[in-house]
């Protein structure tokens, strides 16, 4: 058996040719799954370093566009959580992702929806100082609503989503009410807590980084072994005569070493937004033609090897 090698002989010997497969059929499976962990782990943190690098100014311009409706800082208490600019007044803000938030302040009335402007809305966040509702809407002029309030620190769900027309979410809306803070005792502002937005930006864009990370890290390895594994079946079921010199497990192998340029390349899609294919599309065609192109040579090599042999 050959002796394994590491993981970037691995992939640079992977990128540059098929000699180094005829070692790498013979690597036990753990370091195969150590190498394509590693594989995307360092994929996921390039894509993830190019999604960030244009999601941070996108979020920076929102956050000023923030500070400038609510002020910069945000107070959070057990029951409330209320900003530092203007909290009476009721007010509408777009947000990225066909989102729109809207702040229901201690006037008489909740907040108004533009009616017109609704059906290019797909999300709506809709926040006083107590309570918290959110839409999503399902299909033109349908809406999926909840609301939960604050207690205790916890936010608990009032009853379970409901599905709305427009009118009726405006309506809903409209009569939405907070509790009014105004008149609470002095003392509670001991138990409130103060956070600049940007704080609470930074926190999000964390969050957000590690949620693409993870998002990224799992796609890649997860397809790796499904379609390297769905497509080894399927040669097994129907072409499983081709192989002379090669085990399944062995083709199996080598697929999945034959997938490590395919994944590099394929990866360049989500990280600089490239249009008309997507990751997945690109890895598997050149994942199938790269492997074919492998086994091709490996089973010539060794059936050249037969013919000087029986000389």
Not at 72 to 95: G, T, Y
Not at 167 to 187: C, D, G, M, T, Y
Request: with cysteine; proline share 5%; glycine share 8%.
């Amino acid at each position: 058996m050959n002796r394994p090698i590491g993981f970037l002989k691995a992939f640079f010997g992977c990128c540059s040719g098929t000699a180094v497969f005829g070692r790498l059929k013979d690597h036990p499976w753990i370091r195969i799954v150590w190498h394509t962990i590693l594989l995307s782990f360092l994929a996921a943190v390039i894509v993830t370093g190019f999604e960030m690098n244009r999601f941070v100014p996108q979020w920076q311009r929102q956050e000023q566009v923030f500070r400038s409706a609510f002020g910069d800082r945000i107070s959070f208490s057990d029951d409330q959580v209320i900003p530092e600019k203007a909290p009476e007044k009721n007010r509408l803000l777009p947000l990225p992702q066909d989102t729109l938030l809207a702040y229901v302040g201690t006037g008489e009335s909740g907040v108004e929806l533009p009616r017109k402007e609704l059906p290019l809305v797909q999300n709506l966040i809709v926040w006083s100082a107590s309570d918290f509702a959110s839409a999503r809407q399902t299909a033109p002029g349908e809406w999926l609503f909840g609301k939960c309030i604050l207690h205790d620190g916890k936010a608990r769900s009032i009853g379970k989503m409901t599905e709305l027309h427009t009118e009726e979410l405006i309506r809903n809306v409209r009569n939405f009410r907070q509790k009014n803070w105004f008149s609470a005792p002095a003392q509670e502002e001991d138990g409130r807590i103060t956070v600049t937005v940007r704080t609470l930006g930074r926190i999000a864009a964390w969050l957000t980084g590690a949620t693409l990370f993870l998002l990224n890290f799992f796609d890649f390895l997860f397809s790796q072994w499904i379609l390297t594994g769905i497509y080894a079946g399927v040669f097994a079921i129907f072409n499983a005569k081709r192989l002379r010199h090669l085990t399944l497990r062995q083709f199996w192998k080598c697929g999945l070493y034959a997938g490590f340029p395919a994944l590099a390349v394929g990866a360049c899609w989500p990280a600089l937004e490239l249009p008309f294919l997507d990751f997945r599309l690109v890895y598997m065609v050149g994942l199938v033609f790269y492997w074919m192109a492998v086994i091709g040579r490996m089973e010539r090599s060794a059936d050249s090897q037969d013919h000087n042999g029986g000389e």
